[in-house]
């Protein structure tokens, strides 16, 4: 099956700096990459996807971008906010078998004012 | 228009009770997931619906979790004679299409969840 590995478990970042989240995949078949934002309290909310035919996709301050060669993708956030502050989970979806996405154990991004 | 809502919030158990969680999908919804969430964890896949249909129940960790959806709208997740290790966040999500379709990139939209305490 598909193993995300996610990375880091902790990011803590000023206001106004860049963050980036890393996860990397096993299963070559997956094609969806979607990152959640988990607020406290709240289910994972879906904040951009990108599919394995786009190599970057970018909406407004998050960026994703997707490496298929070495099966890895990124989450980029710039002019971070302290609203930005959530726990981050990636995840992949393969299209042979199982439909189901697997996610990464997420990243405690902390933005300090 | 309403989200996806879960109940109760919050649940405390005595080990070996048994417990019913309830998951209301967005209206016209066809996909359901239940997943577990750990604490410190992504959530992981329990069980999948479509309308009515129980597709995949790959994911439930023992035969003590039993979900049904029986309209094909609401569903309730069930855990019999609970454990210690039962304890986490049991989320629930929905979804338009048919999520099992390879050509399907449908979002998920999720519930907050259910926190499960077993004492």
């Known amino acids: 099956g598909e193993n995300v590995e996610q990375h880091p478990s902790t990011l803590s970042v000023q206001e106004g700096d860049s963050a980036v989240i890393k996860c990397t995949y096993s299963?070559?078949?997956?094609?969806?990459f979607p990152w959640y934002k988990q607020e406290l309290g709240k289910g994972p909310q879906l904040i951009i996807d990108i599919r394995s035919n786009v190599g970057e996709k970018k909406d407004q301050r998050i960026a994703v971008t997707l490496n298929k060669t070495a099966k890895h993708f990124s989450l980029h956030i710039t002019e971070t906010q302290p609203e930005d502050s959530a726990v981050y989970f990636c995840a992949a979806r393969a299209s042979g078998g199982s439909y189901i996405p697997t996610f990464g154990r997420g990243t405690s991004l902390i933005v300090h004012p | 228009g309403a989200g996806v809502s879960q109940s109760p919030r919050y649940k405390v158990a005595k080990r070996g009770q048994d417990v019913a969680l309830r998951c209301d999908p967005i209206?016209?919804?066809?996909?359901l997931f239940w997943y577990q969430q750990a604490l410190g964890q992504g959530p992981e896949f329990l069980t999948y619906?479509?309308?009515?249909?129980?597709?995949?129940k790959s994911g439930l960790p023992s035969d003590r979790f039993f979900a049904e959806r029986p309209e094909g709208s609401v569903s309730t997740l069930k855990i019999q004679r609970t454990q210690q290790e039962d304890s986490a966040v049991y989320l629930c999500?929905?979804?338009?299409?048919?999520?099992?379709?390879?050509?399907?990139?449908?979002?998920?939209?999720f519930g907050p969840g259910t926190r499960l305490t077993v004492l």
């Open positions: 209206s016209g919804h066809v996909s």
């Open positions: 999500a929905s979804s338009h299409r048919d999520s099992g379709s390879p050509r399907s990139y449908n979002e998920q939209f």
């Open positions: 299963d070559s078949a997956s094609n969806y």
């Open positions: 619906f479509q309308n009515e249909a129980q597709l995949d």
